[in-house]
């Protein structure tokens, strides 16, 4: 055990870490970038709420048909060429939502920056997986980590752009060249090659070991491997509507229901952001000591005891404690699903996680709306906990954490915390 741990990565896994690293920051700045000047944008097309609301909508489904896409391809092409394409697509397209001549034009816009999200989410995901197996240690939260960072940094660029009154095109263009431009010309170069699928289950290939290709569609997997992807996504859906309604309500909570002025109100989702942004960084070294599986019980339970103070107390100090627990609670549990769905054998990494991610991206769609629907019946206190629900619903959805023996090789630490309780 203490040599695997002690296992120093080649200069090759290492080179492809910080590309991956990259990746995600790149993600995270591009779309904090964009949410920055949304109020601008809004503006300049003088767009009513709903109409802006319609809008974004067209942001989620380039998401959501991209994702699948993306998880196909990656099976097909290898996740790195995929990578490479849609960061190209991402960051291009940033630019030409601040150009965008009409309100049509602009939705076209938005669909195709969310599909450049969306793909290139899954792709790096599976280029995560990849590299996290020769780490032969948890490393998949800090790459999400970088992600969350990458957001916050990006918003916060935004926020300064706007006050000097930097236009939007210039932001935006500035942005995309000099970040994507770095990323595309040396970031994507040391990106690993996709990995045959292992037939022993050990998670290691040597050169003389007879392997077969990655199965590329759904329904040649073993019924268990699918099961045990749908509880993944379930699981992932369960979360994802949880972050999709802190995005959106926890401001309104905060100042329709607690009474809190604007500046206050706003603080709600910084302190979900960064607790779950320092979560992610702190994610790895508690999966060594807990597993995962224990992990995600405990963020289950934090996050739903942090909501039920906010609800209950309905105070805005508490209630934005409260927020920060959820973020912390939160922070943990997509990054373990990820890493889990890249294990499931005989199938390539790019669609396992494809196809967990799709899942996990209806909850953060589904959420917002149907928490305010529910809240037009029973107010928006009892709406949110839906959350709460959705929480305890994660404690329970745990056990497909669990390490298989035939996984034991591919996360040692992981399978021997689990295999002591």
């Known amino acids: 055990m203490s040599e695997l741990l002690q296992r120093t990565p080649s200069p090759t896994v290492a080179a492809a870490r910080r590309a991956v690293s990259w990746l ?34 067209g942001m989620a489904l380039g998401a959501l048909v991209a994702m699948p896409l993306s998880g196909w391809a990656s099976a097909r092409l290898g996740s790195r060429r995929v990578a490479a394409f849609w960061t190209v697509v991402y960051a291009a397209v940033l630019p030409c939502l601040a150009i965008a001549p ?76 000099l970040l994507g431009g770095t990323v595309v010309l040396i970031a994507l170069r040391p990106l690993l090659p996709d990995d045959p699928v292992d037939s022993s289950g050990t998670g290691e290939i040597s050169s003389n070991e007879e392997v077969l290709p990655a199965k590329s569609g759904l329904a040649s997997i073993p019924a268990a491997d699918m099961r045990r992807l749908i509880a993944l996504g379930l699981l992932a859906f369960c979360i994802m509507m949880g972050e999709g309604a802190m995005a959106d309500w926890s401001g309104l909570f905060l100042k329709q229901v607690t009474g809190a002025g604007d500046g206050l109100a706003s603080a ?7 607790a779950m942004m320092l979560g992610r960084f702190t994610g790895d070294s508690l999966t060594v000591r807990l597993g995962s599986e224990r992990l995600v019980r405990g963020s289950g339970i934090l996050a739903a005891g942090g909501l039920l103070l906010a609800l209950i107390t309905a105070h805005p100090y508490a209630s934005v404690l409260g927020f920060a627990a959820v973020g912390a609670g939160f922070a943990t549990v997509i990054p373990q699903v990820f890493s889990a769905a890249g294990r499931v054998k005989e199938m390539s990494p790019g669609l396992a996680l494809a196809t967990v991610t799709t899942l996990g991206y209806g909850g953060f769609l589904l959420g917002p709306p149907v ?18 629900l959705t929480s305890v619903c994660a404690v329970a959805l745990a056990a497909v954490l669990r390490t298989r023996r035939s996984e034991e090789m591919t996360h040692p630490v992981q399978a021997s915390q689990q295999l002591s309780v």
């Open 268 to 274: 709600g989702y910084a302190a979900f952001s960064l």
């Open 102 to 177: 009409g309100v049509l034009w602009l939705k076209l816009g938005l669909f195709l920056f969310g599909a450049g999200h969306g793909g290139l989410d899954v792709a790096m995901n599976g280029q995560a997986v990849l590299v996290e197996r020769r780490y032969h240690r948890p490393i998949m939260s800090t790459f999400h980590a970088l992600f969350s960072a990458g957001g916050l940094a990006g918003a916060t660029l935004g926020a300064g752009m706007a006050w000097l009154a930097v236009p939007v095109e210039t932001h935006f263009l500035a942005v995309a060249a």
């Open 371 to 388: 928490i305010g629907f529910v809240a037009e019946g029973i107010g928006l206190r009892g709406a949110l906990g839906l959350v709460v």
């Open 24 to 57: 995600f920051l790149l993600n995270g700045v591009l779309f904090g970038t964009w949410v920055s000047r949304i109020p601008m944008v809004q503006e300049r097309h003088d767009l009513t709420h709903g109409s802006l609301g319609v809008a974004l909508l």
